[in-house]
Structures are given as structure tokens and as C-alpha cells.
């Protein structure tokens, strides 16, 4: 049985003794938890909160301000336009790497990019967050171009070279590994590691951009309306610079028909 006391905003629950039926020899005692209520919940997390942690937080609102600010002096419609809707062109794949702001570095602004980020940029069949957001970007937004955007210097592909277990990111980095796999002669021939670590994250964006036609919603839009195009970029921290790697999309819709058509004969 449990016992509840209460004690101001907060309870102690105290587990009394646990017995599970298949170990019968020596008792349980559970160790007391402490439950906050909402309110005082609330009132903690602003109120107990470092000087320097409660200051960071309120620079970000300051920020939000500041900026809700001089977007509305430069453009009175531009809330007013925001919130009745958004139909980007371009849906954006790209690396979850805090250091690249998917609209800033294509020049574009709020509304005119949707965005999907993840660790080093993959595009897994299996991956029911991207292919959703594939899915919503070409069937219903009407998206005329995706970008598959990786990066030099990428820690994920870093990692995936690493022989080591990594644990839960096994699964996720092995995607890498695999592509290393499709090109190993081409990679294990160049002996600068750090180009190696490029090169790979080259041929990461570009096996991603093949994923992306290899889908459904791709394929199918192309058919009906010649749109959407799938881009492969890279983007290089040493200058801020994009680079299009090049990806032939109507070769490649070509090339995967055999195996992936997902046109229903179109």
C-alpha cells in the first residue's frame, strides 16, 4: 500500500513494502519520490532557475521581440501574410548541425522553406518523421524543388567511420556506413583523412537525394505536374558557400525505374 502526505505545494509518496508474487523471500521498500504540483512546478522552474540560465532564456524573448519587431517595420503585412498559410518552393533536408540556418543560407525568409533536420542529413525508407514530412511537402504543400544539404566537417559522418559501438546512434550511422560500403574503393584510395571525411559526406548527399526520388510522392507528382526537382548540395563552413554536387534528377528517375517505379505504370 502507499501512503500520501501532503506537504505545502508538494507531496511525498512513500511506497510502503512490495512484495511481487514470484519472490516471496524479502520484502521491498520503494524510496520516497517527491511530486511538485503544477503550480509550484511553474513557480520553480522560473523562480529557482541560475541567474545565468534564467538570463539566457530571457535574451531569447528579448531577441524574439527585437526581431517580431523589425519584420513588422520593414513589412506592416508580413504577420499578416504569415499567418494565413505557407506554400514554400523548396523543401529543405538537411543536417541537424546548429551552425547552419537552412533559410539563411539559401537567402530565402520565413514561409519560403520547409524544413526537415536530422543527424547528418538521411533519408531512410524506415524513417516515419522524413517520410512523412516528404509526403506533406510534395502532396500537400506542392513543394517545386527539394534540397538534400549536407556539410563539410559533418560529425555524424565522422562518427560512422569511427570503429567503435556507439550505441543507440548503431542503427542511424550504419545509413553512412552503408554508403561507404557502395564506395569503398573510390574512398579507401584517398589517403587525407579529413578528405576522406568529405568526399564521404559528398556521396552521403547525394545516395540521401536518391533516396528522395526513390519515394512515392516524388515519383507521382513528377509524373503528373514535372515538379518537384531533388537538388544535392553541400554546404562549406570555410566560406559559408553551397555547392551543387550535381545530381542528374531526370538520370536518376530514369535509372531506378526498373527496381523503383512507384508509378503505377506511368
Given amino acids: 500500500m502507499f501512503k500520501a502526505t501532503t506537504r505545502g505545494a508538494s507531496q511525498t509518496i512513500t511506497g510502503a513494502y512490495f512484495r511481487p508474487a514470484y519472490h516471496l523471500a524479502k520484502p521491498y521498500k520503494l524510496l520516497p519520490i517527491k511530486v511538485l504540483s503544477r503550480r509550484s512546478y511553474c513557480s520553480a522552474n522560473m523562480s529557482d532557475m541560475p541567474d545565468y540560465l534564467r538570463a539566457n532564456h530571457d535574451k531569447i524573448f528579448e531577441n524574439n521581440r527585437k526581431w517580431a519587431s523589425d519584420k513588422a517595420q520593414k513589412d506592416p503585412e508580413f504577420f499578416t501574410k504569415l499567418s494565413s498559410g505557407q506554400k514554400p518552393d523548396y523543401l529543405y533536408i538537411g543536417c541537424a548541425d546548429s551552425r547552419i540556418p537552412s533559410n539563411e ?84 584510395a584517398i589517403q587525407d583523412q579529413d578528405q576522406k571525411y568529405n568526399r564521404l559526406a559528398e556521396l552521403n548527399v547525394l545516395e540521401q537525394a536518391r533516396n528522395v526520388v526513390k519515394t512515392a510522392a516524388v515519383q507521382q507528382s513528377y509524373a503528373k505536374n514535372s515538379y518537384p526537382i531533388v537538388h544535392a548540395w553541400i554546404f562549406d563552413f570555410k566560406d559559408g558557400l553551397l555547392k551543387d554536387l550535381k545530381l542528374d534528377f531526370e538520370k536518376q528517375l530514369h535509372d531506378i525505374q526498373k527496381i523503383y517505379n512507384l508509378t503505377g505504370g506511368e
Avoid at 120 to 137: E, H, K, P, Q, R
Wanted: hydrophobic fraction near 45%; charged fraction near 20%; charge should be negative.
Fill in 105 to 188: 543560407i539559401m537567402g530565402l525568409d520565413a514561409g519560403e522553406v520547409f524544413t526537415h533536420r536530422n543527424i547528418a542529413n538521411l533519408v531512410c525508407n524506415t524513417d516515419l518523421n522524413v517520410m512523412s514530412v516528404i509526403n506533406y511537402a510534395v502532396r500537400h504543400l506542392g513543394v517545386k524543388h527539394i534540397v538534400v544539404v549536407g556539410h563539410y566537417s559533418c560529425g555524424g559522418v565522422k562518427a560512422a567511420m569511427t570503429p567503435a559501438d556507439l550505441g543507440i546512434l548503431n542503427p542511424w550511422l550504419r545509413n553512412i556506413r552503408d554508403v561507404y560500403r557502395l564506395h569503398e574503393q573510390e574512398l579507401d
